[in-house]
């Protein structure tokens, strides 16, 4: 079983820069795939970012130069960040983490849901 806890959310003005972190425990390989992702209000959950366990990264075109996804691996434990910079208020959002599977190019959340942190930008 994997636990996820994100953290680093907040309240920014347009422009400024929040480092999102998430503890992840439990079952987890050594190998693994993490990814972020974003429910804006009254919309669908939209993959941001993902990392594959050997560090190559991906990004959706709304975010590419702006947010960057790092991991860090120790016992038992993954810890997923995501720097952003510049943000925008159509960043505004409810951010949460995953440990996923990579099925060709395409990222398929594998370790459910955490609580997610919130993202409120102002203009």
């Known amino acids: 079983q994997v636990h996820l806890v994100e953290s680093g959310g907040g309240l920014v003005q347009a422009g400024e820069s929040l480092n999102l972190t998430c503890l992840v425990s439990?079952?987890?390989?050594?190998?693994?795939?993490a990814g972020w992702y974003r429910q804006p209000p009254g919309k669908q959950r939209e993959l941001v970012a993902t990392i594959s366990g050997f560090g190559r990264t991906t990004y959706a075109d709304s975010v590419k130069g702006r947010f960057t996804i790092s991991k860090d691996n120790a016992e038992n434990a993954v810890t997923v960040y995501l720097q952003m910079k510049s943000l925008k208020p159509e960043d505004t959002a409810v951010y949460y983490c995953?440990?996923?599977?990579?099925?060709?190019?395409?990222?398929?959340?594998?370790?459910?849901w955490g609580q997610g942190t919130q993202v409120t930008v102002s203009s």
């Open positions: 995953t440990l996923g599977t990579f099925i060709g190019t395409n990222y398929y959340p594998a370790s459910g």
């Open positions: 439990g079952t987890i390989f050594s190998h693994n795939n």
